[in-house]
C-alpha cells in the first residue's frame, strides 16, 4: 500500500479510520508518516501516548501533524503523555505548540533509554484511545505498520509505555 499515491494513501486511511477496521498496513517516509499522525490525532478522542526520539524532525514540525495534534488538544477530557529519549527544544515546533497545552501535557525523558522491538531494534510508536496505532520499526527510514482498530496490540504497547513512564522519574517542563 504504501506505493500508491498519496491521495489514495490517505483515502484509505480515512476509511479505516472513519469504519474502525481492524487491519494492519504500512508505510514509509515523512508524508505516509504525517497522514497516520493526522488521522490517528483528528480521531482521538481522549489519550494519546507517544514513544519517540526527540520529536524535532520534518513530520512532528509539519503543519498537518501540528494542526491535527492542537485540534485533539483543544478538546475537553484529553491527555497527551510524551516519552522521549532526549529533549531537543531549539526548533521544536511541537514544544512550542504544547506550551500552550501544558494542563493536558505529560512529558518525560528517558535519557537514551528507548524502547525496542524483538529483534531490539528501536521502535517509536503512538497509541490513541487505546485502539490505534502506529509502530515505526524502522526509525531512519520511517517504516511503520499501523491499525486504526486493534484493541490487543494498544494495550500491549499502552502497558509497556505506561511502565516505563511511571517509572521514569525524570520529568520535563515544556515551559
Given at each position: 500500500?504504501?506505493?500508491?499515491?498519496?491521495?489514495?494513501?490517505?483515502?484509505?486511511?480515512?476509511?479505516?479510520a472513519?469504519?474502525?477496521?481492524n487491519?494492519?498496513f504500512?508505510?514509509?517516509?515523512?508524508?505516509?508518516?504525517?497522514?497516520?499522525?493526522?488521522?490517528?490525532?483528528?480521531?482521538?478522542?481522549?489519550k494519546i501516548?507517544i514513544?519517540?526520539?526527540?520529536?524535532?524532525n520534518?513530520v512532528?514540525?509539519?503543519e498537518?501533524?501540528?494542526?491535527s495534534?492542537?485540534?485533539?488538544?483543544?478538546q475537553?477530557?484529553?491527555?497527551?503523555?510524551?516519552?522521549?529519549?532526549?529533549?531537543?527544544?531549539?526548533?521544536?515546533?511541537?514544544?512550542?505548540?504544547?506550551?500552550?497545552?501544558?494542563?493536558?501535557?505529560?512529558?518525560?525523558?528517558?535519557d537514551?533509554?528507548?524502547?525496542?522491538?524483538?529483534?531490539h531494534?528501536?521502535?517509536?510508536?503512538c497509541?490513541?484511545?487505546e485502539y490505534?496505532?502506529?509502530?515505526?520499526?524502522?526509525?531512519?527510514?520511517?517504516?511503520?505498520?499501523?491499525?486504526?482498530?486493534?484493541?490487543?496490540?494498544c494495550?500491549?504497547?499502552s502497558?509497556?509505555?505506561?511502565?516505563?513512564?511511571?517509572?521514569c522519574?525524570?520529568?520535563?517542563?515544556?515551559e
Open positions: 500500500m504504501a506505493r500508491e499515491n498519496i491521495t489514495e494513501y490517505q483515502n484509505a486511511v480515512e476509511y479505516y472513519a469504519n474502525k477496521i487491519t494492519v504500512y508505510n514509509k517516509g515523512d508524508l505516509y508518516a504525517t497522514v497516520v499522525f493526522d488521522t490517528i490525532f483528528r480521531y482521538a478522542k481522549k501516548l514513544a519517540a526520539g526527540n520529536l524535532n520534518d512532528t514540525n509539519s498537518k501533524y501540528l494542526e495534534m492542537r485540534k485533539f488538544l483543544n475537553d477530557n484529553v491527555e497527551l503523555f510524551i516519552f522521549v529519549s532526549e529533549i531537543k527544544k531549539e526548533g521544536n515546533k511541537l514544544f512550542e505548540l504544547l506550551r500552550d497545552y501544558k494542563d493536558k501535557v505529560n512529558l518525560k525523558c528517558s537514551g533509554r528507548m524502547f525496542t522491538n524483538n529483534n531494534d528501536i521502535i517509536h510508536f497509541v490513541a484511545d490505534m496505532y502506529r509502530i515505526e520499526n524502522d526509525t531512519k527510514e520511517r517504516r511503520a505498520s499501523c491499525n486504526l482498530n486493534d484493541i490487543a496490540m494495550k500491549k504497547l502497558d509497556s509505555f505506561m511502565l516505563a513512564y511511571n517509572q522519574t525524570n520529568t520535563f517542563s515544556i
